[in-house]
């Protein structure tokens, strides 16, 4: 079992599970303490217990001898990633009622079929969908991109584009902007150099990838540890925002499965293309055409069973479809279309990829030329088919234990706190921004009365609502019905 990939399910735990697990992690431990110890080649041994000090305290965060705290700045990691979670040290949080589902309503019992996926998957949808306090925050990093932009280029035109322009962002996903303008050459470092200057990233976080077929300046900013792609003169990703935003006003279900096939790749480091796996554009095609060739009318209908469209669509890109031999096209209402032809169509030195996928704005292009890793995506695939098949098995719902889509996905700890600590972050905002403005219309309210004091020598008394000024007619039929 990859535990990239996969965790062990309830009915798979169990005292001998937790005896064998046990030996096993102890003999690994002991591997790696003999291949970790940086001490084995020291030819000497020192007078005091300085050194060994010294050693502990810089693994562990000091960067003296004079025990001055200075811990690292965290690097930018997969919070959602459950790689790990099979060790004996978490291996409750996957039992039942374990933890880690924090999409299940208190209350609400999901019955271990179809029918029970399918709720999961709305209520999952409902959970993971940004809230407004996450969107606020969100447009504050882009007011303070534009900023720079406007500051550096003022006639240089800034778009958002992306999973934050459709809607289809999780909440730890990047925001991607483009910006238009004219130059000689792309100024990708005059804008990490502005960008360093006003510290809205720490310069370890700014990239400048200026070798990339699309060359982009990728940071992360400071105050929010949101991760920013910015490109230069690209419309077509513009365009192709549009594009899935006609489409999801097409196919009502899309937007539940690309949410939950998003998240189900991003915790298992799979959601880039430059870690082994596929870009989101590619994924979303890829729902866009599964629907589109989908055999069942009813598919396109919102009324349809998500969990068996879930299911049907690990099946289709986890075992039937062919990699190798197969494109895939979303022009013309979709096609299944062999890679020679594509190849007829691009631009001479290229061919097909493995996962092939024509650019519906642009037929030369295609989209999966870089998922190098689309095998580990398509393993990934089927290895859900499986486990879901086998959880929604008619003959298997007595052994079922727990959550069905919860087999699958997991959200961390660390995914809800980092959501809690951005709402309460930005609640406050929007509090202390409607403090100051109700304190603000009380100064002018007291300064409007001293004047009219002043020049009639009259004290203005405040005036006290009736109730007869606050129910309206209506209101006082209804009111009077009652108490009769």
Same mark, same amino acid.
Request: net charge neutral; hydrophobic share 35%; proline share 5%.
């Given at each position: 079992?990859? #535990?990239?990939?996969?965790?062990?399910? #309830?009915?798979?735990?169990?005292?001998? &599970?937790?005896?064998?697990?046990?030996?096993?992690?102890?003999? /690994?431990?002991?591997?790696?303490?003999?291949?970790? !110890?940086?001490?084995?080649?020291?030819?000497?041994?020192?007078?005091?217990? =300085?050194?060994?000090?010294?050693?502990?305290?810089?693994?562990?965060?000091?960067?003296?001898? !004079?025990?001055?705290?200075?811990?690292?700045?965290?690097?930018?990691?997969?919070?959602?990633?459950?790689?790990?979670?099979?060790?004996?040290?978490?291996? &409750?949080?996957?039992?039942?009622?374990?933890? *880690?589902?924090?999409?299940?309503?208190?209350?609400?019992?999901?019955?271990?079929?179809?029918?029970?996926?399918?709720?999961?998957?709305?209520?999952?949808?409902?959970?993971?969908?940004?809230?407004?306090?996450?969107?606020?925050?969100?447009? @504050?990093?882009?007011?303070?991109?534009?900023?720079?932009?406007?500051? *550096?280029?003022?006639?240089?035109?800034?778009?958002?584009?992306?999973?934050? $322009?459709?809607?289809?962002?999780?909440?730890?996903?990047?925001?991607?902007?483009?910006? %238009?303008?004219?130059?000689? +050459?792309?100024?990708?470092?005059?804008?990490?150099?502005?960008?360093?200057?006003?510290?809205?990233?720490?310069?370890?976080?700014?990239?400048?990838?200026?070798?990339?077929?699309?060359?982009?300046?990728? /940071?992360?900013?400071?105050? +929010?540890?949101?991760?920013?792609?910015?490109? %230069? !003169?690209?419309?077509?990703?513009?365009?192709?925002?549009?594009?899935?935003?006609?489409?999801?006003?097409?196919?009502?279900?899309?937007?539940?499965?690309?949410?939950?096939?998003? &998240?189900?790749?991003?915790?298992?480091?799979?959601?880039?293309?430059?870690?082994?796996?596929?870009?989101?554009?590619?994924?979303?095609?890829?729902?866009?055409?599964?629907?589109?060739?989908?055999? $069942?009318?009813?598919?396109?209908?919102?009324?349809?069973?998500?969990?068996?469209?879930?299911?049907?669509?690990?099946? *289709?890109?986890?075992?039937?479809?062919?990699?190798?031999? +197969?494109?895939?096209?979303?022009?013309?209402?979709?096609?299944?279309?062999?890679? @020679?032809?594509?190849?007829?169509?691009?631009?001479?030195?290229?061919? #097909?990829?493995?996962?092939?996928?024509?650019?519906? /704005?642009?037929?030369?292009?295609?989209?999966?030329?870089?998922?190098?890793?689309?095998?580990?995506?398509?393993?990934?695939?089927?290895?859900? %088919?499986?486990?879901?098949?086998?959880?929604?098995?008619?003959?298997?719902?007595?052994?079922?234990?727990?959550?069905?889509?919860?087999?699958?996905?997991?959200?961390? =700890?660390?995914?809800? @706190?980092?959501?809690?600590?951005?709402?309460?972050?930005? $609640?406050?905002?929007? +509090?202390?921004?409607?403090?100051?403005?109700?304190?603000?219309?009380?100064?002018?309210?007291?300064?409007?009365?001293?004047?009219? @004091?002043?020049?009639?020598?009259?004290?203005?008394?405040?005036?006290?609502?009736?109730?007869?000024?606050?129910?309206?007619?209506?209101?006082?039929?209804?009111?009077?019905?009652?108490?009769?």
């Amino acid at each position: 079992m990859d #535990p990239k990939i996969a965790w062990f399910t #309830p009915e798979q735990l169990g005292p001998a &599970h937790e005896f064998w697990a046990r030996n096993w992690e102890a003999q /690994l431990g002991v591997d790696k303490m003999y291949l970790n !110890n940086s001490d084995h080649n020291r030819d000497f041994l020192p007078f005091n217990d =300085n050194y060994r000090h010294y050693n502990h305290n810089r693994n562990n965060g000091y960067h003296n001898s !004079n025990n001055h705290y200075a811990p690292q700045k965290r690097k930018r990691e997969n919070r959602a990633s459950t790689y790990g979670l099979n060790h004996s040290a978490d291996k &409750h949080l996957l039992r039942e009622h374990g933890g *880690l589902t924090p999409w299940l309503v208190k209350g609400k019992t999901y019955r271990p079929d179809l029918s029970g996926l399918h709720d999961e998957i709305k209520d999952f949808f409902g959970y993971m969908s940004p809230r407004e306090e996450e969107r606020q925050m969100r447009n @504050e990093v882009v007011s303070r991109i534009r900023q720079v932009m406007e500051d *550096l280029w003022p006639d240089a035109k800034m778009e958002i584009f992306g999973s934050f $322009r459709t809607g289809l962002y999780l909440p730890t996903s990047d925001i991607d902007l483009v910006v %238009f303008g004219k130059w000689k +050459t792309l100024p990708l470092w005059s804008l990490r150099d502005e960008i360093r200057k006003r510290e809205i990233a720490y310069p370890e976080d700014i990239k400048v990838l200026d070798k990339a077929s699309v060359p982009i300046v990728k /940071l992360t900013d400071k105050e +929010t540890d949101v991760q920013v792609d910015i490109s %230069f !003169n690209m419309m077509s990703g513009v365009k192709s925002a549009g594009l899935i935003t006609e489409y999801m006003e097409e196919f009502p279900n899309l937007k539940y499965l690309v949410l939950v096939l998003k &998240h189900f790749l991003l915790q298992r480091d799979l959601n880039e293309v430059f870690t082994g796996g596929i870009s989101s554009y590619s994924l979303i095609l890829m729902c866009i055409n599964f629907l589109q060739l989908h055999p $069942r009318i009813d598919a396109r209908s919102p009324e349809a069973n998500l969990g068996v469209l879930l299911i049907e669509f690990f099946e *289709l890109f986890g075992r039937n479809f062919n990699y190798w031999k +197969t494109a895939i096209r979303i022009k013309g209402g979709g096609a299944y279309l062999p890679k @020679e032809e594509i190849a007829k169509n691009m631009e001479s030195g290229y061919r #097909p990829s493995l996962l092939c996928i024509e650019d519906p /704005l642009m037929p030369k292009n295609d989209i999966g030329r870089s998922s190098y890793g689309a095998m580990q995506v398509r393993h990934a695939f089927e290895y859900a %088919f499986t486990i879901l098949q086998y959880a929604v098995a008619p003959q298997n719902q007595c052994l079922m234990k727990g959550s069905v889509l919860s087999r699958i996905i997991r959200v961390t =700890n660390e995914v809800v @706190e980092y959501r809690d600590i951005i709402c309460q972050k930005y $609640r406050c905002k929007n +509090t202390d921004s409607t403090d100051s403005d109700e304190s603000s219309n009380e100064e002018k309210n007291d300064n409007t009365i001293a004047t009219i @004091e002043k020049t009639t020598n009259t004290v203005v008394r405040p005036t006290v609502p009736t109730y007869a000024s606050i129910v309206t007619p209506n209101d006082k039929k209804s009111h009077q019905v009652h108490l009769e």
